[in-house]
């Protein structure tokens, strides 16, 4: 029988590793070629004014976290 310190340790440990592999994206992420410069991302450029939202980049990002989470959570 598990006791709570055990499941909550196992809570603690996968929330850890999570906020690790986020920290690692936003360090190399701007070293990706072609991430957030794809088909479907805005950017307005109006004189000193540049407005940019990544929307192609934010769908390609939910559909690969969507098919690892499935992945992973398939039983």
């Avoid at 440990?13 to 994206?25: K, W």
């Amino acid at each position: 029988m598990p006791t709570p310190f055990g499941s909550m340790g196992r809570l603690l440990i996968g929330a850890g590793l999570f906020l690790v592999v986020i920290g690692l994206l936003f360090l190399l992420g701007g070293k990706i070629p072609g991430l957030g410069r794809i088909p479907g991302d805005i950017i307005i450029r109006r004189g000193n004014f540049t407005f940019y939202f990544p929307l192609g980049t934010c769908i390609l990002l939910s559909i690969l976290l969507s098919l690892v989470l499935a992945f992973f959570t398939r039983r």
